[in-house]
């Protein structure tokens, strides 16, 4: 490929996809926007993958390969794509997904008709594992929004993180690699507060849901998101964030950490004793770590959330007493 024709570099981190692997990178090579390059980090795979990939960047050289000798997760593939990338702008898409003919099109126009819009998100349309569509995300209120409140609307999942974003951004905010599962999050999330503002395009991305996903499975490695979680706060503090973002922050923190409590005591019995060690370890470091004089009234002094600092029994007893009575009252609504 000639040095600076692709006008959107696509990031794709490959690990043993080969039943999706195709459907993903045909459509890629099927945009109706052609100034493009898809740059492929296979991650260490030990299925086909590969052999697929080599297939595809033989029909087509806007194809790029790389591959990894050791698997080191999502972040740290599609940072080995980020550093290769020549576009203007970059979007990545997962290996079990695919796009809409007209999706990068669509997103493209966004930036090309206000030059202040630095990220674009797609309209994202959840998919079962065989491909059908269930929904599509819902659509922002507006379809433009500054970079501060695509960030406050980020941490409830108000709007998703499947977007473009200008290429001098993406690559001032790598993909953060403090966690193998998660962190991506922490990206997206500087990736919107630093953005003078944020778009949405009607392009389509179809984001496909099945077993095989780390957030569908009942697995230890969820509490890794109180881990990313932390991390997020240290970039944010070191980002020179103002109070009220890092304030807001916090209290999505603590929220995860009462969350993911409640999901320990759901599914302990499905974790190795050193498993449940572990897990119930990140949350009573989450726990510690919260800054308590930051935490708003209604996530301060309601049962189920006040810290209890200092008494991590106490809070623990308060935790499986909130769980049971939001157990029975959902189970008075069924009734």
């Known amino acids: 490929m ?14 043993n996809a080969e039943q999706w692997l195709p459907a993903c990178l045909q459509s890629l090579l099927s945009q109706t926007m052609t100034a493009l390059e898809v740059i492929c980090v296979d991650d260490a795979s030990t299925d086909s993958s590969w052999e697929i990939l080599k297939d595809f960047s033989r029909q087509d050289k806007r194809i790029q ?36 003919p007209d999706a990068l099109e669509k997103a493209v126009e966004v930036f090309d008709s206000n030059e202040r819009v630095d990220s674009v ?17 819902d659509k922002p ?55 003078r503002e944020v778009g949405w395009c009607e392009g389509i991305y179809f984001y496909r849901q099945h077993d095989a996903s780390v957030t569908h499975r009942v697995d230890v490695s969820r509490f890794n998101y109180l881990k990313a979680n932390a991390h997020m706060k240290t970039m944010l503090l070191k980002e020179g964030a ?24 759901e599914h302990q019995d499905a974790f190795k004793p050193d498993e ?8 009573k470091e989450t726990w510690e770590s919260i800054e308590v004089e930051k935490l708003y009234p209604r996530n301060h002094y309601k049962l189920g959330y006040m810290p209890l600092h200092g008494h991590w029994k106490a809070f623990q007893l308060q935790e499986k007493l909130y769980f049971r009575l939001r157990a029975i009252k959902n189970a008075i609504k069924r009734w």
Not at 2 to 15: D, F, R, T
Not at 72 to 81: P, S, T
Request: contains cysteine; aromatic residues 12%; glycine residues 4%.
């Open 2 to 15: 000639e040095q600076n024709l692709a006008k959107v570099s696509i990031l794709v981190a490959v690990y």
């Open 65 to 100: 390969l790389l591959r990894l000798r050791q698997n080191r997760g999502q972040a740290h593939a599609r940072n080995v794509a980020l550093e290769r990338a020549e576009g203007e702008l970059i979007c990545f898409v997962d290996s079990d997904d695919w796009l809409a």
């Open 121 to 137: 998100l797609f309209d994202l349309c959840y998919c079962n594992s065989e491909g059908e569509p269930i929904r599509h995300f």
């Open 141 to 195: 209120a507006s379809p433009i929004m500054t970079g501060h409140e695509a960030f406050k609307a980020s941490l409830t999942w108000a709007i998703h993180g499947v977007y473009m974003v200008r290429a001098a951004l993406h690559k001032k905010y790598p993909y953060d690699e403090s966690s193998r599962t998660y962190s991506d999050d922490n990206t997206t999330r500087l990736h919107y507060l630093h953005s």
């Open 242 to 265: 103002g109070d009220d973002i890092v304030a807001l922050y916090e209290n999505e923190r603590w929220k995860n950490c009462v969350g993911l409590l409640m999901f320990y005591y």
């Open 276 to 283: 449940r060690d572990e897990a119930l370890q990140i949350v």
